[in-house]
């Protein structure tokens, strides 16, 4: 028999066994949401980027450190090294969490914090199946994230990374919250 934790253990008690209806269908709309206008933002802003941005000049914005800077990553956050199929692999298993997830959130930070890491996920993974980045390497699944947020010597990000990030620490203190609501009810 599987070890519950006490948010799954309040859960269960809550719904009839083998009962999968979403507690809410509403916050599962507001998840998918979250993730539709993250994920549409993202790929304009990339789109933007590359129509109006010259590769890796760097155009000031708020400051002579805070600008734009269009690159191509190859590899991963901070320049993690690892082959396209690697994160691709990545964005399945994420795109799993959120949909096993998403239908039994009960907050609605819970339901957004599912739709930015599932439009996160997402956009660069689009990036890495639909552009190549480079001319010279068209082959297939072997694209480039475009990345054009300039932050001084910080790793240039994009809006994907952003939504993956926010999403991140809003799954973490919803929970945590949830986790505290429950033990004060105990």
């Known amino acids: 028999m599987p070890v519950l934790t006490p948010l799954q ?3 269960s008690a809550a719904r009839p066994a083998g009962d999968t209806a979403p507690a809410d269908p509403w916050l599962i709309q507001v998840g998918l949401l979250a993730a539709a206008a993250a ?3 993202d790929q304009a802003t990339k789109h933007v980027a590359e129509t109006v941005l010259v590769r890796s000049r760097f155009v000031p914005w708020l400051s002579d450190r805070v600008g734009w800077q269009l690159t191509y990553n190859d590899g991963g956050a901070f320049g993690f090294p690892a082959p396209s199929i690697f994160f691709l692999v990545v964005t399945v298993i994420v795109t799993v969490i959120v949909v096993r997830n998403l239908p039994i959130v009960e907050r609605p930070g819970q339901a957004v914090a599912y739709g930015l890491l599932l439009a996160g996920a997402l956009g660069n993974a689009t990036d890495r199946v639909l552009r190549t980045g480079d001319p010279g390497d068209p082959r297939y699944l072997h694209g ?3 990345d054009f947020v300039a932050w001084g010597d910080f790793p240039r ?3 994907a ?3 993956i ?3 991140f620490a809003l799954l973490v203190i919803s929970l ?3 986790e505290r609501r429950l033990d004060e009810a105990a």
Do not use: S
Request: aromatic share 14%.
């Open 176 to 178: 945590w919250l949830e």
């Open 165 to 167: 990030t926010i999403g």
């Open 161 to 163: 990374d952003v939504a």
């Open 144 to 146: 480039h994230v475009i």
């Open 157 to 159: 990000f994009n809006l």
């Open 9 to 11: 253990a309040d859960r």
């Open 39 to 41: 994920y549409l933002l």
